[in-house]
């Protein structure tokens, strides 16, 4: 009889740790998980704060470009003609520098 409550004692003890095992097993692939979870939204985060800054930068660089456009039409608007003058003054002084060195060339 004593035999018997030392063979069913061990089986208990042995079925208890097992059990115990399979728990702890458990709560490590949880903790394992979680810590993968908390890894992949951590870089998604990462990624979408890159994203957004990219976005919001390019949209105030658009933001910026559309204001000088408007400001260069104004001016070309309102002085239509110094733009255009100035513009012909260039060419003719830089097309009289060019006679002028091939000028001095010849000579």
Same mark, same amino acid.
């Given at each position: 009889? !004593?035999?018997e409550?030392h063979? $069913?004692? @061990?089986?208990? @003890?042995? #079925?208890?740790?097992?059990? !115990? +095992?399979?728990?702890? +097993?458990?709560? /490590?692939?949880a903790?394992?998980?979680? $810590?993968h979870? $908390? ?9 979408m704060i890159?994203?957004?800054? /990219?976005?919001f930068k +390019?949209?105030y +660089?658009? *933001? *910026?470009?559309?204001?000088?456009? !408007?400001?260069?039409?104004?001016e070309?608007? $309102?002085?239509?003609? @110094?733009v #255009?003058?100035g513009? =012909?003054?260039n *060419?003719?002084?830089s097309?009289g =520098?060019?006679?002028? /060195?091939? =000028?001095?060339? =010849?000579e």
């Open positions: 009889m !004593e035999n409550f063979e $069913n004692h @061990d089986e208990h @003890d042995h #079925t208890h740790i097992h059990v !115990e +095992d399979r728990y702890e +097993d458990l709560k /490590r692939k903790k394992k998980f979680y $810590n979870r $908390n890894m992949y939204l951590s870089l998604f985060s990462l990624f890159l994203v957004l800054y /990219r976005r +390019d949209i +660089d658009h *933001v *910026v470009y559309q204001e000088k456009i !408007e400001q260069l039409q104004l070309l608007k $309102n002085g239509k003609k @110094d #255009t003058e513009s =012909s003054k *060419v003719q002084t097309a =520098s060019a006679t002028k /060195r091939t =000028s001095g060339k =010849s």
